[in-house]
C-alpha cells in the first residue's frame, strides 16, 4: 500500500480521530441548531467527511484496506445525498418560496 502523505506517520492516531470527532460534531450541532435546508444538507456532508476521517486514520493499520473501500462507498453516498437533497430544495423552494424546514408544515395536505 502506497502512502501518499509521509508525514502523516509522525501524526498521533488520536490526533487524526479527534479532528474527525470534532468535525462529525460541529456537523452534528449545525443539524440539530440551523433551520435552513442547504445549511442542514452540508452539516450533513460534514458529518459524512468526519467519518471519513476517521475511516482513513484506521487504514493506516498494516494491512487493512477495508476502510478505504468504505470512504470510497460514503463518497458515493454523498454524491446522491447532495444531488436528491438539493432536488428536494429546488422543488420546496419552488412550491413554497422558502427553505426553513418550519415552513413544511404546511405541505402535509
Same mark, same amino acid.
Do not use: Y
Given at each position: 500500500?502506497?502512502?501518499?502523505?509521509?508525514?502523516?506517520?509522525? /501524526?498521533? !492516531?488520536?490526533?487524526?480521530?479527534? !479532528?474527525?470527532?470534532?468535525?462529525?460534531?460541529?456537523?452534528?450541532?449545525?443539524?440539530?441548531?440551523? #433551520?435552513?435546508?442547504? /445549511?442542514?444538507?452540508?452539516?450533513?456532508?460534514?458529518? !459524512?467527511?468526519?467519518?471519513?476521517?476517521?475511516?482513513?486514520?484506521?487504514?493506516?493499520?498494516?494491512?487493512?484496506?477495508?476502510?478505504?473501500?468504505?470512504?470510497?462507498?460514503?463518497?458515493? /453516498?454523498?454524491?446522491?445525498?447532495?444531488?436528491?437533497?438539493?432536488?428536494?430544495?429546488? !422543488?420546496?423552494? #419552488?412550491?413554497?418560496?422558502?427553505?426553513?424546514?418550519?415552513?413544511? =408544515?404546511?405541505? =402535509?395536505?
Amino acid at each position: 500500500m502506497m502512502n501518499f502523505l509521509p508525514l502523516t506517520d509522525s /501524526v498521533p !492516531l488520536a490526533h487524526i480521530v479527534g !479532528l474527525g470527532v470534532a468535525v462529525f460534531a460541529a456537523g452534528a450541532f449545525g443539524f440539530l441548531v440551523r #433551520r435552513n435546508l442547504i /445549511v442542514l444538507l452540508m452539516c450533513v456532508e460534514l458529518m !459524512l467527511n468526519g467519518a471519513n476521517i476517521v475511516l482513513v486514520a484506521f487504514s493506516r493499520a498494516p494491512g487493512a484496506a477495508d476502510p478505504q473501500v468504505w470512504v470510497i462507498f460514503m463518497f458515493a /453516498v454523498a454524491a446522491a445525498e447532495a444531488g436528491v437533497g438539493l432536488a428536494l430544495a429546488v !422543488l420546496i423552494w #419552488r412550491r413554497l418560496g422558502t427553505l426553513d424546514i418550519d415552513a413544511l =408544515k404546511e405541505l =402535509k395536505g
